[in-house]
């Protein structure tokens, strides 16, 4: 994807249509108002702030209620830090946000639900790592489960292969949740994993290994993306079968060890405030030794058939434990806790909310304040009481920039934001009105409207007019009282196939005085491209990067959904 820079006068980039303008900010940005200042603790690029939420269990494994701030000591690399802000949350629910029904052709990236002392859950399974038969049994224990999930809980369901799939969004219909896990077309189905697991000897296995880790911490840093907009604590629980830190290989040239990759990928899910529960997808497995498939050919003798015997079972013992290892650490480093070992599934998950919807919210600044990459060690006590405490360890203390390119290659910032299918990020609150043009009259070659130059029509030209919510972007102060701030807007067309069909990427300069940054800070940031879209396309995938905090909004409009509502209202007018 191309970037340029967009040209345009000053105060150009805000001539839009007066109906996108008034009608936009008020329906949409709205109902989702900013954080009080005085009630929620305040992020900015500049001034790093480090959250922690802390989960506080009894012996009996219950959450602990009614601690106050002066219960808690927090340290950082073994130094005192000052709290300055504390929040206790008593297991209320998370609601709907209660958008008004948008007018024609206007979409928004506000997450439809917000955590409100509560948290929200992500149900992700993991057909990436984990074998085909095991994949069966947790789809079954999860229908059981939500079967009996207690009311007014909210869940997701995503799904994990060679992409992470959008299965289901968030919903406390239990019957909607289950019907989506049954339909084989909404990418929850079991399936072959795309690489094959096991040893990893040879290069081209290992080629496989690095993708199957690169797509699957990809996976997490686009839910922290999707997640970041809704305000708390929220909850992926990750059913998976295996997933390596590091690989064992009798040649050290081959080791792979992606610990480091992992840490960044975690540092991203902790900020968002995303803890990830890694649940062991074949829950009480019997080991080899007891599989009659199993069982060694060449034992021809009762001693070879015990070496054997031993040997299958250090083996198995072997796999799971790195296996464990691998989650108890994603699940530390996140503020999760790793379930594996179980049958008592629905028990499991039980905790597993609990631990979502009561904890308690600790804020400081770090007396440290380099920004040196370097990892930060977390340690949070209570000056009294046996209680168990569960909170992420620690965080990088890099800058968002560092952080945003854990997976990915430097380039493009918005290009991983872009992929089809790919979990809107809310970082940045936006809205889009989607509208075909009519055709150009009285040209016979019309300019093309996107940067694939080799586009064949017939073509449709589609005007998208972004809104942008102020608070989403960082605009620095300038010497003359005005404000100024960098971000890249995109748009790719989509096939069926998730073929890009054109795109087209610029370069916002935003400039402003004081009296236009006080128009910015009530309408949003707006302005329109225009792109030229084929007869076989199915979606417009619509994105911006804030250069500045190295955040982003994207947003997925189906181009059916843009054509229904055109047909309803030319139907209607006749």
């Known amino acids: 994807m191309r970037s340029q820079v967009l040209q345009h006068r000053p105060g150009s980039l805000f001539l839009l249509p007066g ?71 008593t297991g209320a629910q998370t609601v709907p946000v209660g958008l008004p029904k948008l007018p024609p052709n206007v979409f928004t990236n506000i997450p439809q639900v917000t955590a409100t002392g509560g948290t929200v859950t992500v149900l992700l399974l993991d057909n990436l790592n984990t074998a085909l038969q095991d994949q069966s049994g947790t789809r079954a224990r999860m229908l059981n ?21 959008y299965v289901q969004g968030f919903t406390d219909d239990p019957a909607l949740l ?49 997640l970041a907009g809704i305000p708390g604590r929220k909850t992926v629980v990750w059913f998976s079968g295996s997933f390596p830190l590091v690989t064992l290989n ?81 699940a530390k480093d996140t503020g999760g806790v790793a379930v594996y070992n179980t049958n008592a599934f629905n028990d499991a998950l039980g905790r597993v909310a609990d631990q979502g919807s009561y904890y308690y919210t600790l804020a400081y600044t770090p007396t440290n304040t ?60 936006l809205a ?21 130059g080799n586009l064949q029509g017939p073509l449709t030209r589609y005007a998208v007019d972004f809104v942008i919510a102020a608070r989403g972007l960082q605009l620095d102060p300038t010497p003359n009282g005005g404000h100024s701030g960098k971000i890249e807007a995109a748009l790719v067309v989509y096939g069926q196939n998730g073929k890009p069909l054109n795109w087209m990427a610029r370069q916002l300069d935003l400039t402003m005085d004081a009296a236009r940054y006080a128009e910015v800070q009530a309408d949003g940031v707006n302005f329109r491209l225009e792109i030229d879209v084929p ?10 990067f804030d250069r500045e905090s190295n955040l982003a909004g994207t947003l997925e409009v189906p181009l059916t959904s843009v054509t229904s509502t055109l047909q309803a209202a030319s139907s209607k007018s006749q």
């Open 19 to 89: 109906f996108i303008i008034a009608v936009v900010p008020a329906l949409v940005f709205g109902q989702v108002p900013a954080p009080d200042a005085n009630e929620r603790p305040v992020f900015k690029a500049n001034a790093r702030a480090v959250v922690v939420d802390v989960v506080v269990t009894g012996k009996d494994g219950k959450p602990v209620q009614g601690l106050h701030q002066e219960d808690f000591q927090t340290d950082e690399d073994g130094h005192p830090q000052h709290v300055t802000f504390f929040e206790e949350h």
């Open 370 to 429: 380099a920004s040196d990459g370097q990892f930060r060690k977390i340690q949070v006590k209570l000056s009294n009481g046996h209680y168990k405490l569960v909170y992420r360890n620690g965080y990088f203390a890099a800058s968002p920039k560092s952080l945003a390119t854990a997976t990915e290659p430097p380039g493009d910032p918005l290009h991983p934001y872009m992929k089809p299918g790919t979990p809107d990020s809310s970082q940045i609150p």
């Open 145 to 165: 489960y939500l079967r009996a999930a207690r009311p007014g809980s909210r869940f997701a369901i995503f799904a994990l292969g060679r992409q992470l799939r």
């Open 535 to 544: 007869k076989d396309s199915v979606s417009l995938r619509s994105g911006v």
């Open 250 to 330: 009798p040649d050290p040239l081959k080791v792979r060890d992606y610990r480091d990759q992992v840490k960044k990928t975690d540092a991203v899910l902790a900020a968002a405030q995303v803890a990830l529960y890694p649940i062991a997808a074949e829950s009480l497995a019997a080991d080899s030794l007891y599989d009659v498939g199993d069982q060694p050919m060449g034992a021809i003798n009762a001693h070879q058939a015990q070496d054997a015997a031993i040997g299958s079972l250090q083996e198995g013992a072997k796999q799971r434990n790195a296996n464990h290892t691998t989650m108890d650490e994603i």
């Open 178 to 226: 289950a019907a989506a896990l049954k339909d084989p077309k909404r990418g929850a189905a079991a399936e072959l994993p795309p690489f094959p697991l096991g040893n990893y000897q040879t290069e081209q296995e290992l080629s496989r290994l690095d993708q199957r880790v690169r797509i699957t911490l990809q996976a997490f840093e686009d839910l922290a993306n999707y």
């Open 432 to 452: 889009v009105r989607v509208q075909p043009e009519p055709p150009q009259a009285g040209t016979k070659t019309p300019s093309r409207a996107g940067d694939n």
